[in-house]
């Protein structure tokens, strides 16, 4: 990695300065630059929160958005976004009476499997390789929000959902293999998550 020269230049004067006036030495100075931090857009409260997607993609499967949430759900606990109710209580509650789950309103889905909040996710968009074989890149695109259980006020963003897209270039994919599905799906879901805590910038 390069160095700023000025940068170099101040750590070189202040080691020069330390060594004149007879201080110990703490340890090599150069090269010792904090790596960018990407801030988190939001972080929310520490209340209990679920993961609800939707696919609304024209054929697009459930168990896409199902793999979604779980993914996503594991890596908002990993980084203690939030405390996360297991997606296996949504997936239940869907399978009691699946044409009633589908016209449950949001609120309602958070509050019976005990959320205080819920993160809404919607594929909205699949672009390159996904459904094109000559197209090396694939994409996939999502909106989302988090909404209170209680009120139904959307707590982030403060407008409409948030659009947010996550890209594979991979010649060796062939179209819709469940390998190309596999990374769009956990790339999605690690920058969804990257939404919400602040991390180091991608080197």
Known sequence: MSHRPGSVTLVCLAGLLCAASGCAPIGPLVGIIAPPKVHALYKPKKRPMAVLVENALKGGSQASADRLAALLTQELQEHDVAPMVDVARI????????????????????REVGAAQLLYVRITQAAGGVVDPADTDATLEARVRIVDAKTGQTLWPPHESHLIAYQVSNPEMVRASPELREQLIAGLAASIAGLFYTRVADQ
């Open 91 to 110: 997936l239940e509650l869907r399978s009691r009476d699946p044409a009633a789950f589908r016209n449950m309103p949001m609120t309602r889905i958070a």
